[in-house]
């Protein structure tokens, strides 16, 4: 049994089911991300693992002990919660001395220690400031260092850098993941920001409503994700879905949406014909490609261009649905709105069960018929 | 009219009013300062010789210490406890919201609505049955238990207004649930500590009816005395009563001048917090 492993775990509140039935074996080592939308329990999960908040079933397990019942100050956690919860009375020395003090540690042992966490975070200067004194992205840092400063061999963060600006995260994020590896312990992050999930995670386990539908490496889900829900939002740019019939044909199986039509590859054939969603990423979508046969060639009209720095999203029209490309930004060209041709590579065609979900295959590479 | 003359008027109006209801409060402070033959004087003399005459007779009555001393004695026991008990119980109503507590709440509001008279005679006869007529600990008791009510809404109020977030924080830092009240929440409640105290201690320490028919010589406090000790062989002992209604009236005046903010707060349970 891993360090840290819940089973079945199940919470409602009043008519919302918060979490269905939650399994999760959180690598022995490493920076777990739990990734997830909104109200997908990611939160519920983290407080019901650090015993803030009580399941309605399930277990948890710590170091291979039931800990369901146990009190938040017996598990043996480190807790960074997502709102930065620092005690106004307190200085931020103070607030990152705490949970040391409430350990007995004598002073002499507490200010290097704190000192020392303070300059990973780069936090020295306003040790001595009171909470309403500090900055938003000084606040969380102390809320972390609080975290942090316990030594405990699992730490919980629950979407620690929300709220914050980017330069802010993109630093936090660093020096997290440097954190992460210094110390040697289990990291359980929750987030709803794909990159980050990206950036930090050795494992993600992606939650949606509550059910734990996707998990594994982050190249590996980034690539072929189990659930449609992983593959239209762990990642950016956006992942382009498109309705679709799969059918069986003479030789296999194809799959026909309104903007072309290519033969598919089935995981776990059966006879029936099915509604399905065929995605694939917008940097996979190429506009007027090199003549190549091996590409799905079709029409579409671009009917917006926006910019967002080193990349273009280009918004295409046809077929009664959109599509988003992503194209390298064009320095000093003018916006080319119009019909064109766009080509996609079959094999960068996944499928997904449009009752389930869940993924059943993809493209083959082959010649395309637009 | 212009709008300047208006608001002087005004103005002037409600200063009218205000010397007119601190006038009986001025004369009996000036009286404090006179010699006897002073006070009773036709028509009062508003310029006079100040004396201290009437504060070392009083101070020459060894009862005003008794009852100086048990004013402060009971005063200060009965908040100190009422305000602890309140705490906790204001925490646990705040935080745990188990069933039935708006009800709850709402009976213990409803308790320090009941007019003193009302419960008068069953407290006296409830007191007679536990041998506690006279003694400290039950007239202390018995303020204790009237403060309480009213400063666990007050507390509530206050407690409501510090997000749970903190108790889970440091309940995952380490701290027990005891720790998390005394340590981090209650910081964050002292203004609404403070507006409990001064209400609390305004009420014991102006009580009259209840240390009168429960208490007795031993617990007198100085509001029974003034009554008691309004009359002598020689008729009303004028110089005694103001200096004594001086000397108890005085601290009070005082703390809730330096301290009136937290009246406001108090007033509205601590709805208008920031003003503090």
């Known amino acids: 049994m891993s360090t840290l492993t819940?089973?079945?775990l199940k919470k409602r509140y009043g008519n919302k089911l918060v979490l269905d039935g939650v399994d999760l074996e959180v690598p022995p080592q490493g920076l777990t991300v739990i990734f997830g939308g909104p109200g997908s329990g990611k939160s519920t999960l983290l407080r019901i693992v650090a015993g803030l908040e009580a399941e309605d079933a399930g277990t948890v397990w710590l170091r291979g002990q039931d800990v369901t019942r146990a009190a938040p100050q017996d598990r043996r956690l480190a807790y960074v919660p997502?709102?930065?919860?620092?005690?106004?009375?307190?200085?931020?020395?103070?607030?990152?001395?705490?949970?040391?003090?409430?350990?007995r540690q004598p002073s002499s042992t507490i200010a290097p220690?704190?000192?020392?966490?303070?300059?990973?975070?780069?936090?020295?200067?306003?040790?001595?400031?009171?909470?309403?004194q500090l900055s938003g992205g000084q606040k969380q840092r102390v809320a972390i260092a609080r975290g942090l400063i316990k030594r405990a061999d699992i730490y919980l963060l629950d979407d620690p850098l929300i709220g914050l600006d980017y330069k802010v995260r993109e630093r936090l994020v660093e020096e997290l993941r440097d954190l992460q590896e210094?110390?040697?312990?289990?990291?359980?992050?929750?987030?709803?920001?794909?990159l980050e999930a990206l950036v930090l995670a050795d494992f993600i386990v992606v939650l949606d409503q509550g059910r734990v539908v996707d998990s594994g490496q982050p190249n590996a889900l980034y690539e072929a994700p189990r659930h449609l829900w992983t593959r239209l939002n762990l990642g950016f740019p956006l992942t382009n879905a498109v309705s679709g019939t799969l059918t069986k044909v003479a030789d296999g199986w194809q799959v026909a949406t309104p903007?072309?039509?290519?033969?598919?590859?089935?995981?776990?054939?059966?006879?029936?014909?099915?509604?399905?969603?065929?995605t694939f990423r917008a940097e996979?979508?190429?506009?007027?490609?090199?003549?190549?046969?091996?590409?799905?060639t079709f029409s579409a009209e671009i009917v917006l261009e926006e910019d967002i720095g080193a990349e273009t999203v280009l918004y295409l029209v046809g077929g009664g649905t959109t599509l988003y490309s992503v194209v390298p930004h064009r320095e000093g060209e003018a916006p080319k709105l119009g019909t064109v041709t766009v080509g996609l590579r079959p094999d960068d065609v996944m499928l997904y069960d449009s009752s389930t979900q869940m993924a059943m295959g993809r493209g083959v590479a082959t010649d395309g018929r637009g | 009219m212009r709008p300047k003359l208006k608001t002087r008027l005004q103005q002037g109006f409600l200063w009218l009013v205000a010397v007119a209801f601190f006038l009986p409060v001025l004369w009996i402070f000036l009286a404090a300062f006179k010699t006897a033959g002073q006070i009773l004087a036709v028509p009062p003399s508003w310029i006079f010789r100040p004396t201290l005459q009437g504060l070392t007779y009083m101070a020459s009555h060894q009862a005003f210490w008794t009852h100086a001393l048990n004013s402060v004695v009971i005063s200060l026991s009965a908040v100190v406890l009422a305000i602890i008990v309140s705490f906790v119980a204001a925490y646990s109503f705040s935080r745990f919201r188990l069933r039935g507590t708006d009800f709850m709440m709402f009976v213990l509001l409803s308790i320090r609505m009941v007019p003193g008279a009302a419960v008068v005679v069953p407290m006296y006869l409830m007191y007679t049955a536990l041998g506690w007529i006279n003694t400290y600990p039950g007239i202390i008791l018995f303020y204790t238990m009237f403060s309480i009510p009213f400063s666990v809404w007050i507390l509530k109020g206050f407690i409501d207004g510090v997000s749970p977030r903190f108790d889970e924080a440091a309940q995952s830092d380490g701290a027990s649930r005891l720790h998390v009240m005394f340590r981090i929440v209650?910081?964050?409640?002292?203004?609404?500590?403070?507006?409990?105290?001064?209400?609390?201690?305004?009420?014991?320490?102006?009580?009259?009816?209840?240390?009168?028919?429960?208490?007795?010589?031993?617990?007198?406090?100085?509001?029974v005395a003034l009554a008691s000790g309004l009359y002598t062989s020689q008729g009303i002992d004028w110089q005694y009563i103001a200096s004594l209604t001086f000397v108890y009236t005085l601290p009070l005046m005082v703390v809730i001048y330096f301290f009136q903010k937290y009246l406001l707060v108090g007033m509205t349970f601590g709805t208008v917090r920031g003003e503090v």
Request: charged share 20%; aromatic share 12%; no cysteine.
């Open chain 2, 186 to 223: 209650l910081p964050q409640v002292l203004p609404g500590i403070v507006a409990a105290f001064i209400f609390n201690t305004i009420f014991v320490w102006n009580e009259f009816l209840f240390d009168f028919i429960i208490g007795g010589n031993q617990v007198a406090t100085i509001p």
């Open chain 1, 113 to 132: 220690l704190v000192r020392e966490i303070a300059q990973t975070l780069r936090i020295e200067d306003v040790l001595n400031q009171r909470p309403d």
């Open chain 1, 182 to 194: 210094r110390l040697g312990a289990i990291f359980l992050y929750a987030t709803s920001d794909p």
């Open chain 1, 259 to 278: 903007w072309f039509r290519t033969a598919v590859e089935i995981e776990r054939p059966d006879d029936g014909e099915r509604a399905v969603w065929a």
């Open chain 1, 284 to 296: 996979r979508l190429t506009v007027d490609p090199p003549q190549d046969g091996s590409l799905l």
């Open chain 1, 6 to 8: 819940v089973e079945k």
């Open chain 1, 82 to 103: 997502q709102n930065f919860a620092l005690y106004p009375q307190m200085t931020a020395f103070e607030n990152i001395a705490y949970p040391l003090r409430l350990k």
